[in-house]
């Protein structure tokens, strides 16, 4: 195990740039990008006998791409000097408070709130926004500080051969109507990449930014079904004038997975809220580690089980709880596991915790009871749930995964054990936390408070943002029909 180090470069947002695809190499990017970037996108899907080329659909759908007229042209590219207000329309799946759970719903919330503060207009329209996956007859508007939030119906799709992903389809079909619709009311468009609700949004021609978070390919697996989505989320990103990552981790992975490496691409880190002490603090007898979060495959909880089961038999003072991990599920999908969780919870009862799914407030509580925070995924975009941890004080033990050593290396006393599938290393990582004691852990928190207010309190990633925003609205008309075409 090792201590993490390095971190974010630069806590700013840098300049416009792409990924070479040829090398390893960064480049800023304001010029055109010269091979049509929509080659990759103009794909059949032949399913259940429908073989009709998505973009020809999109044609169908939406007419053909072109300006209203010769003004729009001209004034796509805006210049930041020619307002002192933004309109702002942000596209999501998720919305706090109304989604509480997963870092989408949290960062949206944090940038509108954010945004409205600074005196910006912010919309934030999506398809069961206000409550998750259910379906209105008509736009249901809350008005909000910020602007307001708009709860869309999905759109009708009457075809049954785009399967059980066709709310994806019928949400950003709905999200480009509504865009389109309103166009002149709206500066910027920024929607997320996870499952392509603002793959359309270009059709509108208003300068658009796609914000990467990790993939549904990544959480869900592979699947025929998820091409689908995977098509709608790399649509996204290739027709975006900018697309703003967390992370470089998940730019490269867009790169790869999207195809999109010729749109340009910036790193803004997330925030975080500050939120009121608990008054709780970790236990002096033992130490106890969280796991935070659903059990999956790319949590690497299965990394975890394996090494909890080496790590349980070497010490006598580590406990671990689990909160939000839904274990019955779970378990359910991988019968393999179900007897070594069974083992661990028989032969270690009060050393083994499943807390099950709890209230935010609960979670804050867990997070202030822990000595450490243990993230074992596979991959991540960005990792809220290390700031989140820091915030409270808790120290991290994050895998190598995406974007975890980064996010993690901006907190002295956060560790680190390297490959995501080394259980014999994480299991190392486990005992010595145990040999460091709980004391010592106490004394680290301190540290890690002062560097979550450092480096992820929301003021900075507004700020970057909307610096990204600018960057984007000063391009030269022709640069920016260039880049999302």
């Known amino acids: 195990m090792s201590q993490v180090t390095g971190g974010y470069s630069d806590k700013n947002a840098r300049p416009l740039s792409i990924i070479d695809s040829s090398s390893t190499s960064e480049h800023v990017f304001f010029g055109n990008a010269s091979p049509d970037s929509r080659s990759f996108s103009n794909v059949s899907f032949r399913r259940r006998g429908l073989g009709l080329p998505l973009d020809s659909f999109i044609d169908t759908f939406f007419g053909q791409a072109g300006y209203r007229n010769e003004h729009d042209r001209q004034t796509c590219g805006m210049t930041a000097n020619s307002f002192k207000r933004l309109s702002i329309c942000l596209v999501t799946a998720a919305l706090a408070p109304y989604h509480r759970e997963g870092g989408i719903g949290q960062y949206v919330g944090i940038l509108a709130e954010g945004l409205g503060k600074l005196g910006h207009d912010v919309t934030v329209v999506g398809t069961g926004l206000h409550e998750y996956g259910t379906d209105v007859a008509t736009e249901e508007i809350f008005e909000e500080p910020y602007g307001r939030s708009i709860s869309l119906p999905a759109f009708r799709v009457r075809n ?52 990467l978070s990790t993939p549904a390919i990544e959480g869900w697996g592979p699947s025929p079904n998820l091409r689908l989505v995977n098509w709608l989320e790399g649509r996204a990103c290739r ?34 809220r500050d939120a009121a002490a608990t008054g709780i603090r970790p236990a002096s007898d033992r130490v106890d580690v969280l796991y935070l979060g659903r059990a999956e495959a790319r949590k690497g909880t299965d990394v975890l089980l394996r090494a909890l089961q080496l790590a349980l038999a070497a010490t006598t003072r580590l406990r671990i709880t689990f909160v939000g991990a839904q274990f019955v599920r779970y378990l359910d999908e991988n019968p393999e596991l179900q007897a070594l969780w ?69 907190g002295p006393d956060n560790r680190a054990y390297g490959e ?37 309190t929301p003021p900075p990633f507004i700020g970057a943002t909307l610096e990204q925003y600018e960057r984007l609205l000063r391009l030269p008309s022709a640069q920016y029909v260039a880049n999302c075409l």
């Open 160 to 211: 049954r051969w785009f399967g059980p992903h066709v709310y994806a389809l019928r949400a950003a079909l709905a999200a480009a109507q509504y865009v389109r619709a309103h166009r002149d009311a709206f500066d910027i468009v920024e929607s997320s990449n996870w499952l392509g609700f603002g793959a359309f949004v270009d059709r509108a021609h208003v300068p658009s930014v796609v914000r």
């Open 420 to 456: 995501p599938e080394d259980v014999h290393a994480l299991a190392t990582s486990l005992i010595d936390l145990e040999r460091l004691g709980a004391l010592r852990a106490l004394a680290l928190r301190r540290r890690t408070r002062q560097a979550y207010l450092d480096h992820f």
């Open 342 to 410: 069974a083992e661990l919870r028989d032969r270690y009862p009060g050393r083994m915790i499943d807390a099950g799914v709890v209230s935010e407030e609960a979670k804050d509580a867990a997070i202030a009871r822990a000595h450490w925070l243990v993230v074992p995924s596979r991959f991540e975009s960005f990792g809220l749930i290390v700031p989140e941890a820091m915030r409270a004080g808790t120290p991290v033990l994050v895998s190598g995964g995406g974007a975890l050593p980064d996010v993690a290396g901006l």
């Open 239 to 272: 027709h975006a004038g900018l697309m703003i990552g967390h992370s470089r981790a998940i730019i490269d992975k867009a790169a790869r997975l999207y195809r999109s490496s010729r749109t340009p691409s910036t790193i803004v880190p997330l925030a975080v």
